[in-house]
């Protein structure tokens, strides 16, 4: 978080783990174990069929979406329901995980039994034999998991991982800035979304008015907040062709989309040389006109006593469709893991089990995305604050109608890293034609090796 957030992803609460613990987990990545995509593990049964151990068993996990402390609550009713089963949670940064996890993964450890899996990234992770084939252990999910998170964790028809959390976004706004300017607030509902080209202009009319800055994106540079931008306008994902390994982020609706992105910059709309980690800090300190980020954002906008702020729907472009951004985290299993059956049990507690581990932890930062677990998102006391008015209901209706999942490719990480380098660079002046034309041919150079 992640996620989210994170993410990469969407980008959820920093997750606090010190550098030690991810240098421990490429220390502890040096086991010897089957070829990753040779078998199915030894012990996997349907859910119907598991059987807790009779002597002690440690099972691994190494995660991102959440720190230590958050996964405390947990990890201790686990360990309560299942006192056989001992999980060792070993937390690390985001912007570490996917280093560490594939040196730990690629080194058959044999010691590692489950790892977040940031959902876009499940078609590659599949493809270089990392995930294990869940469609016999949890054949019935339909139902009990919200349909884009299953789609998510699905590749080649097969259940590959066991989606536990999604996402989407909000647009907030400072009410003071847009009173100062005469600017009315924008309604909650989805069907009186804002356009970006509206939300320009306000934000320029704040500025003239006192604002520092008119709109500010939570993750400036990362595909997963920005590829609404492309999709309103209809430039797709950003993949295509055969496998989806045919960059496609040249064509008029990226170009469109990343001309207006380019300009927000250009025009000091919004500012230069914020980095991810204090977006909303810039928002939260009364700065901004107009804020797009995630509900994971609300603890600390509403513990702002004197930040007066509301949300509405995620704009679209003028003549456009809305689309939302979404996804986060699922669980994969290790085929070279040891527990197979313990961590299949841990699975079934943490992503389905009478809504999952959402009844557990306090300040979920995101829906789970089991069904049941996710109204224990939406009842928390952050959602009763009258600033976060309508936030809700808003929420599931994005979830419901314009959520949109990222590029599946197994090329995913190489794009992904393509992007971001793209977006920085647009954000800093690059001409967007020059970035997303040098973009697609990092990721044509990367993507050879799949063709």
């Not at 309604?187 to 003239?208: F, H, I, L, N």
């Not at 430039?235 to 927000?264: C, H, I, P, Q, R």
């Not at 932890?361 to 928390?380: D, K, R």
Request: glycine letters at 8%.
């Amino acid at each position: 978080m992640k996620n989210f957030p994170t993410t990469r992803r969407h980008r959820l609460r920093p997750v606090a783990a010190a550098a030690v613990t991810a240098a421990l987990l490429v220390l502890t990545g040096c086991g010897s174990g089957s070829d990753p995509g040779s078998a199915t593990p030894s012990g996997l049964v349907p859910e119907s069929r598991l059987k807790d151990p009779t002597s002690p068993v440690t099972i691994t996990y190494a995660g991102a979406a959440y720190s230590a402390d958050d996964m405390k609550p947990v990890l201790d009713a686990f360990h309560k329901a299942h006192p056989n089963i001992t999980v060792e949670y070993q937390a690390v940064p985001f912007d570490q995980f996917n280093s560490v996890l594939s040196t730990r993964l690629s080194r058959k450890d044999s010691t590692l039994d489950l790892f977040d899996v940031d959902m876009p990234r499940t078609d590659a992770y599949q493809a270089r034999g990392w995930l294990t084939d869940l469609s016999s252990a949890f054949p019935d999910t339909s139902g009990k998991v919200d349909k884009a998170s299953l789609e998510a964790a699905t590749s080649d028809g097969k259940l590959v991982t066991m989606p536990y959390q999604t996402s989407s976004q909000l647009l907030y706004y400072n009410k003071d800035l847009l009173k100062k300017a005469g600017i009315p607030f924008p309604s909650a509902a989805p069907a009186a979304r804002m356009t970006w080209e509206q939300v320009t202009a306000d934000g320029k009319k704040a500025q003239k008015a006192g604002a520092d800055w008119g709109l500010l994106f939570d993750q400036v540079n990362r595909y997963y907040q920005l590829q609404p931008l492309a999709e309103s306008l209809g430039g797709g994902s950003g993949v295509t062709g055969k496998d989806n390994l045919t960059a496609d982020v040249e064509n008029a609706g990226w170009t469109k989309a990343m001309d207006w992105y380019g300009s927000l910059y250009k025009d000091k709309v919004s500012p230069r040389g914020v980095p991810v980690a204090q977006t909303p800090d810039t928002f939260a300190s009364g700065q901004v006109a107009f804020f797009a980020g995630g509900p994971w954002w609300a603890p600390q906008f509403t513990g702002e006593k004197k930040l007066d702020f509301g949300v509405a729907a995620y704009p679209y472009f003028e003549g456009g469709k809305a689309v939302t951004p979404t996804g986060g985290w699922s669980l994969g299993l290790n085929p070279a893991g040891e527990h197979a059956q313990a961590a299949e049990i841990f699975m079934k507690f943490m992503a389905l089990d009478n809504g999952g581990y959402a009844q557990y932890m306090s300040g979920l930062a995101v829906p789970p995305s089991n069904i049941e677990g996710a109204e224990t998102f939406y009842q928390q006391a952050v959602f009763q604050d009258p600033r976060m008015a309508g936030a809700a209901e808003l929420t599931k209706d994005e979830l419901r109608n314009t959520a949109v999942l990222r590029a599946r490719t197994v090329g995913y990480v190489e794009f992904e890293d393509a992007l971001g380098r793209a977006f920085e660079d647009i954000a800093n002046g690059t001409a967007p034609s020059k970035a997303l034309s040098s973009a697609t041919k990092d990721i044509d150079q990367a993507w050879a090796k799949y063709k």
